[in-house]
């Protein structure tokens, strides 16, 4: 059952990844690289909200389900959701001063009451139901955007923006007659301590996140400010082919924290975990090598004359990235241990390396700096995670 979950998710994942792919390539072709850097620093804006978000209606919820029931968390995650959105928000209008309050609260909150559907199938270990979600929601939202753009004849972004919330919205509504069996099995209420032991478990998971966020996209913001926005778009596609490579470990990863979590027996998780690590990564170099087969001049041709350095970024972003399809594994181990100071010091030693190298590489060598600043965030933060990992198994003796 355990590799049978991986393969559906890995299919679904792979579908998700076409479907993403199909959503940049649009994006550029529709508005360019300055257009398709407006749509990547607003996702990055409402990604940082939903992290904050999370703490309530995140991975706790996975990791609670299993053990309180979703009816005990339902009104706290919806609840902290919603707040959440309203404040993050507002913090964004006031200190940097966003101009586009209204569509980033409803991008926000629709996306993070989706995911705390989404956690509820993990924690149930309903892939199945997880993967179909995860498949409507960027299908949705392609298709409610290109409604938007040839049925309206909207030009301008907005079409991406109102096909965003769409899609999120029929898919939200959807996914709750799913989780409703849920809910209806036990008697809906608040419990402060639920409340309390989410909270807990979700803040310092969410810290851990909020950290390798910004070790995924500060780079962004540095770009922004010493190249520019153009070159915020060019990163970003530059980011999305290279993240691609995770369809494997993200794959394997949600099988393995969704099993992890419903186990007690230590050494058999440390089995799961080396044996999924391995096959992270050699299926991720297998697709790394096929990335790199493909000559410059076809991603020129997919995303449009802008974007001829897109290899050249790939090239560059590749060792980082393969760092992470290995350590990822060993991340959702620790996280399923509830051992989340591991994964906070990861993320920081990631951050501390992104800071620091992107004010001398950034403005020294530009778009090559920040993906050589990308690489060494990700492998010095996954080499942390590993060495503490086996450190704790010699201590085990297992």
Known sequence: MYLQNIIKTF?????????NFLMVVLTTHLWG?????????????????????????GSSITYLTPKRGFAQLLIPAYTWVFFSTLAGVFLFSVILNHDSFLFLAALTLLTSLMNVNLQVFVGKENIKLYNLFTILVPAFIIGFTLFFKYFFHILTINAYIYGYMSGQFVVFVLSWFSVRPYVSDQKMRFSMGTFNEA?????????????????????????????????????????????AIWVICRSI??????KL???EDLKLSIQITQKSARVSIIASLFFVIIFLCIPSIFYKFIFGKE???????????????LSLAFS???????????????LIVKSFVGLVSTVILSVFFIPLWGLKGACIVTSISYISSSAYLIFIFYKNKLALRL
């Open 307 to 321: 974007f001829t350095e897109v290899k050249m970024l790939f090239i560059f972003l590749t060792p980082g990235v």
């Open 33 to 57: 690289a300055e257009g398709r850097g407006v749509i990547s620093i607003l996702i990055a804006d409402m990604a940082i909200i939903s992290i904050f978000n999370n703490i309530i209606g």
């Open 253 to 258: 990863s949600t099988v393995q924290f969704a």
């Open 199 to 243: 909270f807990h478990y979700g803040w310092r998971n969410e810290m851990s996140n909020f950290l390798q966020f910004l070790n995924y996209r500060l780079s962004y913001y540095f770009i922004l400010y010493y190249i520019g926005l153009k070159s915020v778009g060019l990163f970003s596609v530059g980011i999305a082919i290279s993240e």
């Open 328 to 342: 990822n594994i060993y991340g959702h181990f620790f996280a399923a241990r509830n051992e989340l100071r591991v």
């Open 11 to 19: 299919f679904s994942k792979t579908v998700i990844l076409l479907l």
């Open 261 to 263: 979590i419903n186990t």
